[in-house]
């Protein structure tokens, strides 16, 4: 299982971009990289899915670098809404077992 | 829109009772989950289910133990609830080959006094 590191917390301010890092040196060859997001009180939304380079949804960008070792989620322009905790996981596309980790705590400001 | 539904959204119970959480899920998914949630320590497998009567040990499945009949229907047993079992509990599940993509209830935020 590759593990995954995060920042504990992040803070930004209403219409600026966030890109939060994910390093995961021991990603396997048939590893994915998947994004959750947390709001206090609900269990965690996915919000995106990438193998590799750059993926968009309505939502956010993914960006993975070739060696694959780390990710980046990008939110662009913030508002209150999107203070959340944001967990990266990686794993087999179909693979068992799941492994979340702390999140990054992201506090968005007026 | 996928829903998973769990039984209740707060639980108290006393300790050594056997407390059973109830997650069903409408979408006909494979795969069903069962989370536990600490402050600091993320979430955490216990156990999930990839078929009804199948079930597969987590991260920490000590002091519990999961019941799949139907596919709908993933319970969370605690045979004798303990102090250090107070958490929130989440139920997830997803299609058979996209276990990255999971959809999860509201939880179940169990205290054991």
């Known amino acids: 299982l590759a593990k995954t590191t995060q920042p504990i917390s992040m803070d930004s301010y209403e219409g600026q971009e966030v890109n939060i890092t994910c390093s995961h040196n021991n990603i396997a060859t048939n590893d994915y990289i998947t994004w959750y997001q947390q709001f206090p009180s609900q269990g965690p939304r996915f919000i995106i899915q990438?193998?590799?380079t750059k993926v968009t949804n309505e939502v956010a960008s993914l960006f993975i670098p070739a060696d694959r070792k780390s990710s980046t989620l990008s939110l662009p322009r913030v508002s209150l809404s999107d203070t959340a905790v944001y967990y990266c996981?990686?794993?087999?596309?179909?693979?068992?077992?799941?492994?979340f980790g702390s999140g990054t705590k992201l506090n968005v400001k007026p | 829109d996928v829903k998973v539904t769990q039984s209740s959204r707060y639980l108290v119970k006393r300790t050594g009772e056997k407390v059973f959480l109830e997650c069903v899920q409408d979408?006909?998914?494979?795969?069903m989950f069962w989370y536990r949630q600490d402050p600091g320590l993320g979430l955490r497998l216990i156990y999930f289910?990839?078929?009804?009567?199948?079930?597969e040990k987590g991260d920490i499945p000590e002091g519990y133990s999961v019941s799949r009949e139907k596919k709908e229907r993933f319970s969370l047993i605690l045979e004798s609830a303990s102090t250090n079992q107070t958490s929130m509990y989440l139920c997830?599940?997803?299609?058979?080959?996209?276990?990255?993509?999971?959809?999860f209830g509201p939880g179940t935020r169990l205290t054991v006094l």
């Open positions: 979408m006909d998914h494979e795969n």
């Open positions: 990438g193998y590799k």
């Open positions: 289910s990839y078929d009804v009567k199948m079930k």
């Open positions: 996981l990686v794993g087999e596309y179909n693979f068992n077992k799941f492994y």
């Open positions: 997830a599940s997803s299609l058979r080959d996209h276990q990255n993509t999971q959809y």
